[in-house]
């Protein structure tokens, strides 16, 4: 059993700039994908990215051109960049790995972003 610990969030003022990291207890195996999620007060939660195992990636329409996904496979480790913060992308962030065909999904704990005007 993987656990997912996330880390690196804080308060930042609009226009700054975090990065988050989720580091897995054990090797995420086989085809798979990590990514980010978020859920602000009163909404639900939302996709932000994700990065393969090969490393193909995807973000949402909303944070295109400002975050970056990425992974260190021997560190079992993901990141994500996150530049030009509006205070839109307040919200917890919480991490995640799946496995490409359901065998497993796991899940960190979540940490608080908070961007301030």
């Not at 003022?13 to 798979?32: E, P, V």
């Not at 939660?45 to 496979?73: C, P, Q």
């Given at each position: 059993?993987?656990?997912?610990?996330?880390?690196?969030?804080?308060?930042?003022?609009?226009?700054?700039?975090?990065?988050?990291?989720?580091?897995?207890?054990?090797?995420?195996?086989?085809?798979?994908?990590?990514?980010?999620?978020?859920?602000?007060?009163?909404?639900?939660?939302?996709?932000?990215?994700?990065?393969?195992?090969?490393?193909?990636?995807?973000?949402?329409?909303?944070?295109?051109?400002?975050?970056?996904?990425?992974?260190?496979?021997?560190?079992n480790t993901v990141y994500l960049q996150m530049n030009s913060l509006k205070p839109e992308d307040t919200a917890?962030?919480?991490?995640?790995?799946?496995s490409r065909w359901g065998s497993y999904d796991y899940w960190g704990q979540g940490t608080q972003v908070t961007?301030?005007?």
């Amino acid at each position: 059993q993987v656990q997912l610990v996330g880390s690196g969030g804080g308060l930042v003022q609009a226009g700054g700039s975090l990065r988050l990291s989720c580091a897995a207890s054990g090797s995420i195996f086989g085809d798979n994908f990590m990514g980010w999620y978020r859920q602000a007060p009163g909404k639900q939660r939302e996709l932000v990215a994700t990065i393969t195992s090969g490393g193909s990636t995807n973000y949402a329409n909303s944070v295109k051109g400002r975050f970056t996904i990425s992974r260190d496979n021997a560190k079992n480790t993901v990141y994500l960049q996150m530049n030009s913060l509006k205070p839109e992308d307040t919200a917890v962030y919480y991490c995640n790995a799946k496995s490409r065909w359901g065998s497993y999904d796991y899940w960190g704990q979540g940490t608080q972003v908070t961007v301030s005007s």
